[in-house]
Structure formats: structure tokens, C-alpha cells
């Protein structure tokens, strides 16, 4: 599995990000496809992700402002970030894990990260 993440930068609050993510080697017929993000000194969160049968989940703090997708080929993973705010700055991953169904289980593999700052 590899996964490459691009997209970050820096942008003023209220401002909108996207943020993709290359993948390969992946099954998504058994596959979860994942966005975490871990801030400076506080623990990983999951933001989003896809479930095998397509259902999505989105972290309680996204309220509406994000929006995960695939394109129509299933290689990248898309994160539209929208209404940034300054508490959303973190290191943003690409995630993949088992699943089934609308069940996600656990995290395997992991991106090398994009840094997203909001001021």
C-alpha cells in the first residue's frame, strides 16, 4: 500500500483547502479510506472516511465544513476543507484500514502527512 498525500499549505481562517491523496495497492472492497490529522502536542483524531459499501463518516468538530471523496477511478482520496478554522491546524494523513460493509476496523497504513495552517 502507498499513499501519498499533497494539497497543504497555508491559508487564513475561513479559507478552503483540498487535500489529496494518491493511493495504491489498495482493495476497497475491503478497505476503509481514512483522513486523520494530529495537532501539535495533542493525540491522532480521525476527520473523515469512506467505508467499503461507500457510507461516509465525518468527526463531530467538522460540523459540516469538509467533505470526503473518491474519484471516479477510486485512486485518490479527496478532502475539500472549507470555512477553515484556526483549530484545524494540524499535519493531515491518508489512512487506510480494514472494513465491511459500513464498518471500519482499526488503522494499517499510514501517509507521510501534509501540514495544513490556518491564521
Known amino acids: 500500500v502507498q499513499l501519498v498525500e499533497s494539497g497543504g499549505g497555508s491559508v487564513q481562517a475561513g479559507g478552503s483547502l483540498r487535500l489529496s491523496c494518491a493511493m495504491s495497492?489498495?482493495?476497497?472492497?475491503?478497505?476503509?479510506v481514512k483522513w486523520w490529522r494530529q495537532a501539535p502536542g495533542k493525540e491522532r483524531e480521525g476527520v473523515a472516511h469512506?467505508?467499503?459499501?461507500?457510507?461516509?463518516w465525518y468527526g463531530i468538530f467538522v460540523k459540516g465544513r469538509f467533505s470526503i471523496s473518491l474519484d471516479n477511478a477510486k485512486t485518490t482520496l479527496y478532502l475539500q476543507m472549507n470555512n477553515l478554522k484556526v483549530e484545524d491546524t494540524a499535519t493531515y494523513y491518508c489512512?487506510?484500514?480494514?472494513?465491511?460493509?459500513?464498518?471500519?476496523?482499526?488503522?494499517?497504513?499510514w501517509g507521510q502527512g501534509t501540514q495544513v495552517t490556518v491564521s
Open positions: 469512506i467505508a467499503p459499501d461507500g457510507s461516509t
Open positions: 489512512v487506510t484500514g480494514s472494513g465491511s460493509g459500513r464498518y471500519c476496523y482499526g488503522e494499517t497504513d
Open positions: 495497492g489498495i482493495t476497497l472492497g475491503r478497505s476503509c
